[in-house]
């Protein structure tokens, strides 16, 4: 196109020159002319003849070489216009400016293309241009409704140069009411599909457009026709990455909000998917998964496992398994793992899913739960929310402790034989324990004929009244032994000495880490042991402390005893009865 440019320009340059020299020519020949006839001569006709011929015929190329730039420069907008077309996805502007050099070639007022839903061929789309006001927006369409139709019928190009005189159309509404002059409309068609019309008017002036116009205008349409599928073929794929991206987005927040982990992979165990809390519980990325083979991510389970996937993945079945593992981050763990077969949507084996539960916690849990078992009633048990919040490795806090010791057995036991003794001895701890944890007590410890229990300890906290439960519990434990007696011969009633102490001691689990126990350690236990010690057969003896908690609910007698190993006397009271 330059090159054509160029020449033409050339062209134009040597045409100009030559209509200077045949002007020279001619004013130099009728100057000769004129002198002749003063002389009564004249000169030859042909060469007037052959100088006014020359005149003419570069005046005739002069105009054609007009025409000629004409078309150019509209062959160039043209060209210009397919790229402005192709150069751009965003429908809307791409045909507002390539509109704009519509109208500005073919000297159109008003331009429109109109576009076709392809579903339901209802208008769909306006791009409107309007010089007159400048706005590229009207809210009415001015334009020939019958000359559209008729395109969009006939699908072939209508060019009026003035319709108020063109018999098909001059008597419709629309040319009576906007006063139309010059029209050109076209069908925009691709693959014998037609996708809307393109519409210029001028309502001024008259053969305004031509059979160059309406070429420019029907390639324009052809162009168009193919920026409008480019365009609607990248909506479709827009809309259909959209939705993806959505169901894409939609599964990572069910990945996110699933507790298990979630890992696919294809046929040959590489991994496809990896959900966060797999990364958790793993200590790997989803990055550092993908592509990998599954036994590489997981960790070391047992001799097999592999093919334990494989025939998951070829027989169809479903394999629950449970292993203890070590991770590298986090050592010692116990893991749950469902794997299946990933179907696809004809039922084929696509690779395998593998739901992986990280047990460790619940296990310890659940050891944790056994062991208070053994100290606590089963509604308390059932109570207790959350283990970790129990504080369990250790703390200090006040608690009331019943030390109870059955009297007299160590000589009673001589005379009987094992299973005799123990199960008498079992009648009175059994005892002991029930009156405890009537009131909510724990059983902190038996030792031998011994029985501890424990009030306002993290496994039952009792801020306000642990000492009168322990209190409560002792006056039980007395009751029960009496009516125990009731069905037991003389030889085997025993009576229980209790201490109560309330005071301040460090409570938690001891032991290794294989083998703990909940217990309570400090001077509030020794003390209640060396009450204990010093309570007759049946009797109940409290410490001035555990007195002064309780001393507006109970009956008891303030005594001076001595303690074991030590001579002096203490005030301890004496429980009678409970209030």
């Known amino acids: 196109m330059t090159l054509i440019t160029q020449q033409i320009d050339n062209l134009t340059t040597e045409i100009m020159r030559l209509n200077y020299m045949a002007q020279e020519v001619s004013h130099m020949l009728q100057e000769q002319s004129n002198l002749l006839r003063i002389r009564n001569m004249s ?43 192709n150069s751009s996805l965003d429908l809307d502007t791409v045909l507002r400016r390539a509109m704009d050099t519509v109208i ?75 006063d139309l002059r010059s029209i050109l409309c076209v069908p925009i ?33 052809n162009q168009a026709a193919i920026a409008i599928q480019n365009a609607r073929l990248f909506e479709r794929v827009k809309a259909r990455l959209e939705e993806v991206t959505a169901i894409r987005q939609f599964l990572d927040s069910i990945f996110a909000s699933i507790a298990s982990a979630v890992i696919t992979t294809d046929v040959n165990g590489n991994i496809r998917t990896c959900s966060p809390v797999a990364e958790q519980i793993l200590g790997v990325t989803a990055t550092e998964c993908v592509g990998q083979h599954v036994t590489q991510v997981l960790p070391a389970l047992y001799e097999g496992f592999e093919n334990v996937l494989i025939a998951v993945q070829q027989q169809g079945h479903q394999e629950i398994i449970e292993v203890n593992t070590v991770l590298a981050h986090r050592g010692p763990t116990s893991l749950s793992l469902k794997l299946s077969p990933l179907r696809g949507e004809q039922n084929e084996t696509q690779g395998v899913a593998i739901v992986l539960d990280d047990l ?20 308390m048990v059932r109570n207790i929310q959350s283990i970790d919040s129990l504080g369990l490795g250790g703390e200090e806090r006040e608690i009331t402790v019943v030390f109870a010791d059955v009297r007299g057995f160590t000589t009673f036991s001589e005379r009987l034989a094992p299973e005799e003794l123990m ?89 290794s880490p294989s083998r703990k126990e909940f217990t309570a350690l400090g001077y509030a236990v020794t003390f209640a042991k060396k009450l204990q010690e010093i309570a007759q057969p049946g009797e109940v003896i409290i410490s001035e402390e555990t007195y002064q908690a309780v001393k507006d609910h109970v009956v008891a007698q303030p005594t001076e005893r001595r303690l074991r190993g030590d001579n002096t006397p203490v005030m301890v009271y004496q429980l009678t009865d409970i209030r």
């Open 423 to 511: 199960q008498i001895i079992n009648q009175y701890l059994s005892a002991g324990s029930s009156a405890i944890q009537l009131m909510a007590g724990i059983i902190d410890k038996y030792m031998g004929d011994a029985i501890v229990g424990l009030y306002n300890t993290q496994l039952n906290p009792q801020t306000d009244d642990h000492a009168l439960r322990a209190v409560r519990a002792a006056m039980a434990l007395v009751s029960d032994v009496q009516a125990l007696h009731e069905v037991m011969p003389p030889e085997q009633r025993l009576f229980y000495g209790i201490g109560i102490h309330t005071g301040t001691a460090i409570v938690g689990n001891v032991g």
């Open 360 to 379: 460790t916690a619940i296990k310890e849990r659940d050891e944790t739960i056994n062991v208070i078992r053994t100290y606590l009633p089963p509604a």
């Open 189 to 221: 068609i691709y693959r014998d599909q037609l996708s809307g019309v393109v519409y210029a008017d001028n309502r001024i002036r008259e053969g305004l457009f031509g059979e160059s116009e309406l070429n420019l205008l029907v390639a324009f349409a």
């Open 43 to 85: 000169l030859p006709a042909p060469v007037l003849e052959d100088t006014q011929g020359f005149s003419e015929a570069v005046k005739l190329l002069s105009e054609q070489l007009a025409s000629e730039q004409v078309e150019l420069a509209q062959l160039r907008a043209l060209a210009h216009t397919g790229g402005l077309i």
């Open 104 to 178: 500005g070639l073919t000297g159109a007022v008003h331009g429109y293309v109109m576009l076709l839903d392809q579903n339901t061929g209802e208008t769909e789309k306006v791009i409107s241009v309007n010089l007159e006001d400048g706005s590229t927006d009207e809210a009415e369409l001015m334009i020939s409704r019958t000359i559209v139709d008729e395109v969009m019928r006939t699908r072939q190009p209508i060019l009026t140069t003035d319709v108020q005189d063109d018999e098909r159309f001059q008597l419709t509404e629309s040319v009576l009411k906007y």
